[in-house]
């Protein structure tokens, strides 16, 4: 309802010519309380630190992970100069043993207080241009900008990793400390496990979900659905001595201890299912929840049965919600630790066998990250190296699972 004004004619509703008519400005917004803005204030610094959370991983990540692809790090040879050079000096007597050189290889003799004909050396890279015998080699002094120097008899000198990106990303074979940057054998093992536990927690997780919001009575489903979600609060290293001690020797068993081997990523992958079950079946559970009962009612009164009901009405509605529940499953399958680090192995290994041994990358990260490494080593540089791609999978499935949100997402009136 509005009326005119007598100054210009606008309508203005009946409110505003009330308020203004008791000689106070009309206000149709009610002012925020001191308790709501505490409230706004602490959300909004909750979502920025969480924004800031990851900035801070990609920074740190991406900072340490580049070592690798810019510097040259040293890698141990096990080899030392045989005799003292000058720095003109381009063939050079090594010792015998240790890690054989090819040409092309680069070596780095780097500074660790070490007096080279009474002075300070620097960190100087030669590269190999021949290999005259296992005690003589003619190098290229100065490579990479590098400055020249003498060096005595006997010091101690180091291959030079640099890695590419291709390499990193299609290499096969990964060995840090003798300059092999090989993700592939890290990252299929993490897919093979990944697969074997969604084969497992996919089926199970979403026949709970099902049967907690269909058929279980109120009463049944106040007992069962705590017990589902009391899984996720097992501790994973629990979850981990249980595939060793339990479900590998059942399945050696079953199939033959010559065929399955102690350690092996079927065992860790059925493991690392049933403890990703309770994150499907619950947000699965809450997603078919969600769909209105009028869908319900009207599939029954057509005439279908609860499980035609289930499968052409309630589990189409829920898409979204069920398909983010899956996404979110393997992205925890992807970076899970403990099992995979006590059940399926403790070496890398290019293998799609899943009876096999295998090491994935989170747990190629902890085993490492426990043993004494060195800050600034090849070892301490490739761990974030993996840590990043890890981290950039993860990142790729979460934001997978928004766009699957938001393209299946139905909103009922």
Not at 132 to 146: L, N, P
Not at 380 to 387: D, L
Request: net charge neutral; hydrophobic share 50%; glycine share 10%.
């Amino acid at each position: 309802m509005s009326i005119s004004t007598p100054t210009n004619g606008e309508k203005l509703p009946m409110v505003e010519r009330l308020a203004q008519q008791a000689g106070r400005k009309a206000s149709l917004f009610k002012s925020a309380r001191l308790g709501e803005q505490v409230i706004f204030a602490f959300l909004f610094f909750c979502g920025a630190l969480s924004i800031f959370t990851t900035i801070g991983f990609t920074v740190v990540l991406g900072r340490e992970s580049l070592h690798i692809f810019t510097e040259f790090s040293p890698i141990e040879l096990n080899k030392t100069l045989s005799e003292a050079i000058d720095a003109t000096q381009t063939t050079i007597k090594i010792s015998e043993g240790g890690t054989p050189v090819q040409v092309g290889n680069y070596i780095m003799f780097v500074n660790k207080g070490v007096t080279a004909l009474g002075a300070q050396t620097d960190t100087e890279i030669m590269r190999i241009a021949a290999v005259i015998d296992r005690e003589t080699i003619e190098v290229e002094r100065g490579a990479r900008g590098s400055t020249p120097v003498a060096y005595p008899a006997g010091i101690h000198f180091y291959g030079a990793g640099e890695v590419s990106v291709p390499e990193f990303l299609f290499g096969t074979d990964w060995a840090p400390q003798i300059g092999r940057f090989g993700i592939l054998e890290l990252l299929i093992p993490t897919v093979v496990i990944t697969v074997i536990a969604m084969f497992i927690a996919v089926p199970l997780g979403m026949g709970a979900a099902i049967y907690l919001s269909e058929y279980a009575t109120r009463r049944v489903r106040g007992i069962l659905k705590p017990m589902v979600e009391i899984l996720a609060g097992v501790p994973t290293v629990v979850y981990g001595y249980f595939a060793l001690t339990f479900v590998t020797p059942l399945l050696r068993s079953f199939l033959g201890s010559d065929v399955v081997e102690v350690y092996n990523m079927l065992s860790a992958g059925i493991v690392v299912g049933v403890l990703i079950i309770p994150t499907i079946a619950s947000i699965s559970e809450d997603a078919i929840q969600a769909v209105p009962n009028s869908l319900r009612e009207a599939s029954y009164g057509l005439g279908a049965t609860r499980l035609e009901t289930v499968r052409q009405v309630l589990l189409p509605a829920a898409l979204s919600g069920i398909s983010a529940a899956v996404i979110l499953g393997v992205s925890r399958a992807f970076g899970e630790t403990m099992i995979v680090l006590i059940a399926a192995g403790a070496g890398p290994n290019l293998t799609l066998n899943p009876t096999k041994g295998a090491e994935t990358m989170a747990g190629h990260i902890a085993r490492i990250s426990t043993g004494d490494i060195s800050q600034g080593s090849i070892d301490y540089n490739s761990i974030f190296a993996v840590g990043l791609t890890l981290f950039i999978v993860t990142l790729l499935l979460n934001f997978a699972s928004t766009l699957i949100t938001r393209r299946f997402r139905e909103v009922y009136a």
